[in-house]
């Protein structure tokens, strides 16, 4: 499902800036559910991503031990790359749902990354390709990749339970809430809402 050389159309042109987007389509992360659910370990990634607002180097440094024995309403603690302070989440049924049919099709022994590919552990570059292409078989036009899983928790997270940018602004590590509304790309369709309102 991976593009051929050349053939990505998300690339950036030389000295442009991408930004990647979340997913806004509650039935375009269906549409890729439904797409991966032959692939257990890809449909895990994407679970996890979607559902817990990890960079994808700090999904892909979990280890098989770590999410095994998990059930909904455990904490799973990473350490954050960026900030190399540890951040707890709460861990969901469709997560331990995703995670054991990873490991009933491909067993692996607790002390091995989760996510392994042909030559050990996927890379972010590999994740971001991947995530690309689910995006783009699910009929989604924009610029995806691998931070796209953490925005879309985030999006979700704003627009549909309304949860205050503060935390939002806590569960990323960003510095300030205009970092956050700008990284999730909501700004600009909350504001227009507010015009919304007929006096």
């Known amino acids: 499902m991976a593009f051929q050389?050349?053939?990505?159309?998300?690339?950036?042109?030389p000295g442009s800036v991408l930004t990647v987007e979340p997913i806004r389509d509650k039935k375009a992360i269906e549409r890729?559910?439904?797409?991966?659910?032959?692939?257990?370990?890809d449909l895990c990634l994407f679970i996890l991503g979607i559902n817990t607002a990890y960079r994808a180097n700090e999904l892909l440094s979990l280890t098989v031990g770590q999410v095994r024995r998990l059930q909904p309403g455990d904490l799973?603690?990473?350490?954050?790359?960026?900030?190399?302070?540890?951040?707890s989440v709460t861990i969901n049924g469709?997560?331990?749902?995703?995670?054991?049919?990873?490991l009933t099709v491909n067993?692996?022994?607790?002390?091995?990354?989760?996510?392994?590919?042909?030559?050990?552990c996927l890379t972010v570059p590999t994740v971001s390709t991947m995530?690309?292409?689910?995006?783009?078989?699910s009929g989604l036009k924009g610029n995806y990749g691998s931070h796209t899983l953490r925005k879309t928790w985030g999006y979700w997270q704003r627009m549909e339970r309304g949860t205050a940018v503060p935390l939002l602004m806590?569960?990323?590590?960003?510095?300030?809430q205009q970092q956050t509304l700008a990284y999730l790309g909501i700004q600009a369709e909350e504001i227009a809402q507010i015009y919304e309102l007929e006096l």
């Open 76 to 87: 799973l603690r990473v350490k954050q790359s960026k900030t190399g302070k540890f951040r």
């Open 32 to 41: 890729i559910k439904k797409l991966l659910r032959d692939h257990p370990r």
């Open 131 to 137: 995530v690309k292409t689910w995006c783009q078989h």
């Open 107 to 120: 067993p692996l022994p607790d002390d091995t990354y989760l996510f392994q590919g042909k030559r050990g």
């Open 170 to 176: 806590e569960a990323f590590g960003h510095a300030t």
């Open 5 to 13: 050389k050349g053939e990505n159309p998300h690339h950036p042109s």
């Open 94 to 102: 469709a997560v331990v749902k995703a995670v054991s049919q990873h």
